[in-house]
């Protein structure tokens, strides 16, 4: 396959439950008590009556241009030319460096003081190889989570917008296709 992948996301039937989170954690086999690659972002807003909370499963976007990448000295983050997936050699990571976090415009790239480098979501791409969709698309009982090839996704969703719950892309271009709440912020 291939072609840049990506996820979908639909801001309106996600409901906060974090069934994803736990499912990458669990895959990935990582520890209790460190930051998963997936986490949930929620943020309320509005006044009373007219309160909202969106939510949204932030993992690694997989921008189609990731600042990360650039900015990273020793090679340890790339983008595979096959799938543009970002994946991150964790053997390779400079552990004090830490630039690829400040440059992600969602601070994606977690630190595992485990194993004393970054880490970040890779599109399961064990799972991918195999034909299977990442573990938090099949976990989610909502269905709020899709992925697969991004223009498949952007023919198959009647979709426009950005999740309320997070900061403008800043011309990363993240591999991910919203059908957003009605208050969302649109497209750039």
Same mark, same amino acid.
Not at 146 to 153: K, M
């Given at each position: 396959m291939n072609g840049q992948v990506g996820f979908y996301f639909d801001e309106n039937r996600c409901v906060g439950c974090a069934t994803c989170t736990v499912a990458c954690k669990d895959w990935n086999d990582l520890p209790a008590g460190l930051d998963g690659w997936r986490r949930l972002?929620?943020?309320? /807003?509005? /006044? !009373? #009556?007219? +309160?909202?909370? #969106?939510? !949204? #499963? $932030?993992s690694c976007l997989h921008c189609e241009d990731a600042p990360c990448v &650039? +900015?990273?000295?020793?090679?340890?983050?790339?983008?595979r030319e096959e799938d543009g997936v970002v994946v991150l050699d964790p053997t390779r990571c400079l552990p004090r460096c830490r630039l690829c976090a400040k440059a992600c415009p969602f601070n994606v790239p977690r630190f595992d003081t485990e194993g004393l480098a970054m880490r970040q979501c890779d599109f399961c791409s064990d799972r991918w190889a195999a034909g299977e969709k990442p573990v938090c698309v099949l976990s989610c009982p909502q269905r709020a989570l =899709?992925?697969? $090839? $991004? &223009? =498949?996704?952007r023919g198959k969703y009647d979709a426009a917008g950005w999740p309320l719950a997070l900061a403008d892309p800043d011309g990363s271009r993240p591999a991910l296709v919203v059908k957003g709440k009605s208050s969302s912020k649109p497209i750039r």
């Open positions: 972002i929620t943020m309320e /807003r509005g /006044r !009373f #009556p007219q +309160v909202t909370v #969106p939510f !949204f #499963p $932030l &650039s +900015v990273c000295p020793p090679n340890a983050l790339r983008k =899709d992925a697969g $090839l $991004l &223009s =498949d996704l």
